[in-house]
């Protein structure tokens, strides 16, 4: 089902650029939009879908703006916000920031763009780096006429023909995020990995690649062992590129790759994570104005690896004074602007220990009672290299192509940490 127009609109809710796709709607919709909008926020229940006599709006607000679709018949909602999504990308890429003034300052080639990416209703192309090669602005034009890139009329949107590298590369980070919640007992309350397979490829021609892991679905449907860790993945979100129904078939990420850098995949798992980083704060008050912390760091990880960049964010009382510290690796440093003191370890091995010590004066009794339960987590920092917490491993990486060139694929191991928190005792 299509949508009938396309409306931006400031938050007051008049029309600065208007696409009528359709002849079924009227600039009236924007105002009942409007209202309609600020109903729902006086009563809290502010949702991106509205339907109301018949009409359905669907919506994004962006900085001072207001992106809206209106349709008439039973749209597909979730389709239609990513069109928006997507339409706020390629604006920001045109204009850099995207706002009523830079859409004001560009009207022309805003018109342009809205008649390309939607066309009847149905949204057609919306990769940025396809349409600016024939959409110029000011700053690009050209003396000839660019004739539309054959991507616009092939089926891989995403990629254009003709594409040249003298050294054919691809390279393939694995990152994953861990995030963990610790209470102050000790005792795991929240961990799971959130991991993401981002690539940049500089590949001459159209090549079709080939990634296979060491997925657990696939050697049980073989009825193989792994002869390592085999991971089972969960909420997995690939890039428009991957053939679905491939992967469906027969667990193989099969792919045309875009040109430069990308997320080929996205994944969760919600697996019980021993702390990489473990950090044990015990708080000794040696009168009633002062304090002191001593506090533990230990990796918990193998020898052979190295956490790098870590950071502790150690919660101080708002009315500490005259924090004085000793470390026994890195540095610490007072930051009263976030009310904590930040321990900085430049390289952590696995299976080490460090301390630190922190005394500081409080010149209250009252203050100090008030912060008594109220402190907040320690929060940590940090990037291990060649490391993955899930034990995903890339089992093969094969590029093929027509003119039958040698790719060289690099891949790149690292765990970093997402919202890393200690509580307190």
């Known amino acids: 089902m299509a949508a009938s127009a396309v409306f ?46 018949g009409v359905t709006y669907i919506y994004i607000q962006y900085s001072n703006l207001y992106l809206l679709t209106v349709a008439r018949n039973n749209i597909n909602a979730a389709a239609i916000l990513l069109f928006l999504h997507k339409l706020r990308e390629v604006f920001s890429h045109y204009f850099r920031e995207l706002e009523e003034e830079s859409l004001r300052d560009n009207f022309v080639i805003a018109y342009e763009l809205l008649d390309e990416v ?13 349409l600016s090669e024939y959409i110029k602005t000011d700053a690009y034009k050209m003396e000839v006429q660019a004739r539309p890139p054959m991507a616009v009329t092939n089926a891989v949107s995403w990629r254009s023909e003709g594409i040249r590298y003298k050294k054919n ?37 159209m090549p079709e690649c080939k990634l296979g892991l060491n997925d657990k679905v696939l050697f049980e449907a073989q009825g193989r062992s792994a002869k390592g860790k085999a991971v089972e993945l969960e909420d997995m979100k690939f890039h428009q590129c991957v053939r679905l129904a491939r992967f469906e078939n027969d667990r193989t990420i099969s792919f045309i790759p875009p040109d430069g850098a990308f997320d080929l995949m996205n994944y969760r798992l919600s697996q019980n994570v021993k702390p990489l980083i473990w950090v044990e704060c015990t708080v000794e008050k040696h009168s009633r104005s002062r304090t002191e912390y001593l506090v533990k760091a230990r990796s918990q990880f193998k ?17 500490a004074i005259t924090p004085t510290v ?13 009310e904590a003191l930040l321990w900085k370890i430049k390289n952590f091995p696995g299976g080490r220990e460090f301390m630190l010590r922190c005394k500081f004066g409080l010149p209250s009794v009252e203050a100090e009672e008030e912060t008594q339960g109220r402190m907040p987590p320690v929060r940590v920092a940090f990037e291990i290299p060649y490391f993955t917490v899930s ?10 192509e027509k003119s039958g ?19 307190m005792a």
């Open 391 to 400: 034990g995903i491993q890339v089992r093969y990486l094969k590029v093929i």
């Open 169 to 205: 590369e691809v390279f393939l980070d694995v990152v994953e995020s861990v995030n963990l919640l610790v209470n102050s007992n000790g005792t795991v309350v929240r961990s799971e990995v959130v991991g993401a397979l981002k690539m940049r490829t500089f590949l001459s021609g």
């Open 8 to 53: 931006i609109l400031d938050l007051k809710g008049r029309p600065i650029l208007i696409r009528d796709y359709r002849g079924d709607v009227s600039t009236k919709y924007a105002e009942r939009f409007i209202s309609k909008v600020n109903e729902l926020e006086e009563t809290g229940k502010v949702s991106p879908i509205i339907y109301d006599e």
């Open 118 to 130: 939607m066309d009847f209703g149905y949204p057609q192309f919306t990769e940025a780096k396809i």
């Open 405 to 423: 060139y040698q790719a060289l694929p690099w891949v790149r191991y690292i765990s970093t940490a997402g919202e890393y928190e200690i509580r």
């Open 303 to 319: 020898e052979r690896s190295s956490a790098t960049n870590v950071e502790i964010l150690l919660p101080l009382p708002s009315d």
């Open 326 to 338: 000793r470390c026994s690796q890195g540095s610490a440093v007072y930051a009263p602007e976030k």
